[in-house]
């Protein structure tokens, strides 16, 4: 029997790289995106910030799927900044999507998944939820939400048989990164560092965050529920000495 996967974020990056590992390894998947990706997805136009959009594209999915098994809340946006350099407008729009857009999707999945005989929430978190990264304090606001959103979903939903976990990527060389890069006034002196700043000394693939998706999302993690699990390249717990 081939599980059924939801994939929000599904259309680029570590959301598309999940989908297409979760695909190789024999899920049926729908990908939800403002611009989701084609064949060999279900690809479902959606914003998660419009519950009636979410509500209707979950249920589309499951019809076209035959059910949920799989839900990989990855859907975000970035910000950068103190907390002086972005209005409340944009607080609300970053949370909006970040933190209420996971609720929405995993609220419309939550009848489809009490039936999956192996039913697990995936959330997309970050390095950022568990450490202080300089020029990132709205964006790290959310994802510390994700941190203690997921903790609580795993809590209220183990007893009907729904795990949820999250990965925390380090920073990951995605679409979004490289929009950032280019933007830099010296983009390659600005990967360097961000290189640097990774005990591994390279950014995480998307790739790699997938595959760590993907075993959270899969019976072969059947008894991990409640669990954060780094993809960062060592950065949130290794302590390195500078190089003589």
Known sequence: MSLKAIVTGGGSGIGLAAATLLAERGMK??????????EPFIGIKVDVTDDAQV???VAEAAERL????????NAGIGA?????????SEWQRVFD???F??????????????????ASIVNTCSIAATAGLPQRALYSATKGAVLSLTLAMAADHVREGIRVNCVNPGTADTPWVARLLDRADDPEGERA?????????RLVSAEEVAAAIAYLASPEAGATTGTALAVDGGM?????RAPN
């Open 29 to 38: 998947v729908a990908c939800l995106d403002v611009n989701p990706p084609g």
């Open 193 to 201: 560092a961000l290189n640097a700043r990774q005990p591994m000394g």
């Open 101 to 118: 857009g996971m609720v929405r999707v995993a609220r419309a999945a939550l009848p489809y998944l009490r039936q999956s005989e192996h």
């Open 97 to 99: 999507v970040n933190v």
């Open 55 to 57: 509500r209707a594209a």
């Open 66 to 73: 035959g059910g949920i098994d799989v839900l990989v809340n």
């Open 236 to 240: 949130q717990g290794l302590r390195l």
């Open 80 to 88: 950068q900044g103190t907390i002086e350099d972005n209005p409340d």
